[in-house]
């Protein structure tokens, strides 16, 4: 079977899905194949920009201010790339990549609206939520489901943390006592923390209960009104007047539960940040395919694309594979934005690392060939590691047009583009920067293929 379109997106992640729909929004026609789950998926769903330097431990209190930084330290950087303009003035740089990431979080808090997963905060500040630990990080947007607008300013503020039983993921009596004890280091609100354990029981399981099966459970009806019952004595007893749950409201009536248990409790109540499998990932990840169906890109689910055609220096046709059938796609450019290890863009063996598609040029994080580096040596002991692992970093680098280039710096493609965590020259688990890369360099390759794919035609 043989496909046409103006532009074929590889990878379904975040990167894939904003440069997809902005190049349907523009008008072209636009596949988008997806051969298994995202990392977006499994994120805990907020949207980091940028937290922190490599080797810092004081967050960014703006994105701004990070993306000023990284500029100046980190020319390969992808938020580095977007600056490199024909013709701009050496003092220019930082305000170009700073407009190009503000009108992409607007374009797509705008997008993402009457979705699943609306967005709240702005790029004025980072926000610091509350993560499943007790924790705060530093992020730039949340699901309106994980925002809460005063707690940390509140003086009179008083917080629940509330647990579910059967649920190991979340224990409230530790995150509480953790939360507390770094306010008070701070001197900031809440006033007062306490805790609790409520009892759920998805499908008449009560025990071993994932977080995804207390959404799909509290997706049904009267599951939000049997918990605002249990909970209710709770927060009067306590005198809360902000609830933090798991993130678990749901999956696709998480909105709608926040506001019922909010009216019958009488107290705010907002999501933390969780760990995979992540119900406001899930939730992110289905909101982004909903965003590119509805502007007009098609979708190719459980589709793979495993061999191309490359003539004169451009890439005419990529083959995909799904269980049933085989298909060619032609198209004027292509995007490849296949994440790394979790997503499947790279993958590493005893040869090396490779990029799984094109078998493009990957580089270290001191962009050295990647080729022939075994990826046990590229990993820290420490599994969580404040250092990050090197391999995090590894990844393709680019052209200032978003064009993967080979060994002699050249772009090895003229139409083939790329976005997301495929990229090298950044680890976004210590910067707190994975989505925020994906979707501003999915924007700027959409940009430019967009750009290349009017002049051809
Ligand atoms: C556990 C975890 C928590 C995280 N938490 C956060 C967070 O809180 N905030 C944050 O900002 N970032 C977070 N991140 C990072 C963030 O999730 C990633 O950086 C981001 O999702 C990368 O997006 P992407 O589109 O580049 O890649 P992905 O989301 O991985 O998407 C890659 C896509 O390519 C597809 N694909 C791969 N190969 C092929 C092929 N040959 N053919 C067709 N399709 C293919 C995959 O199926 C997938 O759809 C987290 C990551 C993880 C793993």
């Known amino acids: 079977m043989d496909m046409e379109c103006d532009l074929l997106v590889i990878g379904g992640g975040m990167a894939g899905l904003v440069a997809g729909t902005l190049a349907a929004e523009a008008g072209l026609s636009t596949i988008l194949l997806r051969k298994g789950q995202s990392a977006t998926a499994y994120s805990s769903g907020a949207i980091d920009i940028i937290g922190y330097l ?46 190009r990431t503000r009108d992409t979080i607007t374009w797509l808090k705008e997008k993402l609206k009457d979705t699943i997963a609306p967005l709240s905060g702005d790029f004025k500040s980072n926000i610091f939520p509350i993560t499943i630990l007790g924790t705060t990080k530093p992020t730039c947007l949340v699901q309106k489901t994980m925002y809460s607008e005063d707690l940390q300013t509140r003086e009179d503020s008083v917080l629940l943390f509330t647990g579910f039983s059967g649920n190991a993921d979340f224990n409230p009596s530790v995150a509480a006592k953790t939360y507390l004890e770094d306010r008070i280091a701070i001197g900031e609100p809440p006033r007062k923390v306490g805790h609790c354990t409520l009892r759920v029981s998805p499908f008449g399981k009560p025990y071993n209960v994932s977080s995804v099966e207390i959404a799909r459970h509290l997706d049904h009806e009267r599951s939000i009104e049997d918990l605002a019952t249990q909970l209710k004595p709770q927060v009067e007893q306590l005198g809360a007047t902000h609830v933090a749950v798991p993130p678990v409201l749901g999956i696709k009536t998480a909105m709608d539960n926040k506001k019922k248990l909010e009216d019958q409790i009488g107290a705010e109540v907002f999501e933390m940040l969780g ?11 289905l909101a982004l395919e909903e965003m590119y169906r509805t502007n007009g890109g098609k979708m190719l689910v459980g589709h793979e694309a495993t061999s191309y055609i490359k003539t004169e220096g451009r890439i005419t046709k990529v083959s995909a594979k799904a269980p049933r059938r085989e298909m060619n796609i032609e198209a004027k450019a292509f995007i490849l934005s296949t994440g790394k290890y979790i997503g499947g863009g790279l993958s590493g063996d005893e040869n090396g690392i490779r990029e799984t598609v094109f078998g493009l040029m990957t580089v ?26 090197p391999i995090n970093s590894c990844g393709l680098t680019l052209d200032p047009h978003f064009r993967p280039i080979n060994e002699d710096g050249v772009e090895w493609a003229s139409n083939l583009y790329s976005a997301g965590a495929v990229l090298a020259g950044y680890d976004y688990s210590i910067e707190k920067s994975g989505l925020g890369v994906a979707a501003v360099s999915g924007f700027s390759a959409a940009k430019h293929a967009i750009d290349f794919i009017k002049e051809v035609a």
């Open 54 to 99: 490599p080797d810092a431990s004081e967050p960014f209190s703006t994105p701004e201010e990070g993306l000023a930084a990284i500029a100046g330290l980190y020319p390969l950087h992808p938020y580095s790339i977007i600056g490199y303009v024909d013709g701009i003035k050496p003092e220019d740089v930082v305000d170009e990549i700073v407009g």
């Open 364 to 389: 270290t994080d001191a962009y050295h060939s990647a080729g022939e580096i075994i990826p046990s040596r590229y990993t820290n002991r420490i599994a969580i590691s404040p250092e990050g692992h």
């Open 275 to 285: 760990f995979p499998p992540s119900v406001p990932g899930l939730r992110l990840q």
